[in-house]
């Protein structure tokens, strides 16, 4: 359920579109099933099992974000090499002086143009 939907709201609305549409929507784990002829009770259960879904991918949201400050604070998370050493930086910014295309250099260094935009924006 959890990974159908963002959250409650949404989880309710794509449960009834599809419906609509005669999709008959089944969730193994919870047992429940939806045909769009749906009882009080079982909307009732959807709801709760939803906001259950939804309250424990907050928790892990949450978790994952103290740990990952918990490895900044001692220096185990530090992202992805860079692409690019200053080296080739200063000359990246030498040769967009001078005129040449980004395309073309984001292509010759082999990084995509973000990157490249990225290492500009350093200064």
Do not use: W
């Not at 002829?37 to 994952?64: C, K, Y």
């Not at 090499?81 to 980004?102: A, C, D, F, M, Y």
Request: hydrophobic share 35%.
């Amino acid at each position: 359920m959890d990974r159908l939907a963002r959250n409650l709201d949404d989880l309710c609305q794509l449960v009834q579109k599809l419906t609509k549409r005669g999709v008959r929507i089944e969730f193994v784990k919870e047992s429940l099933t939806f045909t769009g002829e749906d009882s009080p009770m079982a909307t009732l259960m959807l709801s709760v099992m939803g906001a259950f879904a939804e309250f424990e991918r907050a928790l892990i949201r949450e978790r994952q974000r103290e740990g990952i400050a918990l490895a900044k604070h001692r220096g185990a998370y530090r992202g992805r090499k860079r692409s690019l050493n200053q080296e080739q930086v200063l000359e990246l910014k030498q040769r967009i002086s001078k005129g040449t295309p980004k395309a073309v250099l984001a292509r010759e260094l082999g990084i995509s143009r973000e990157t490249l935009y990225q290492y500009l924006r350093e200064d």
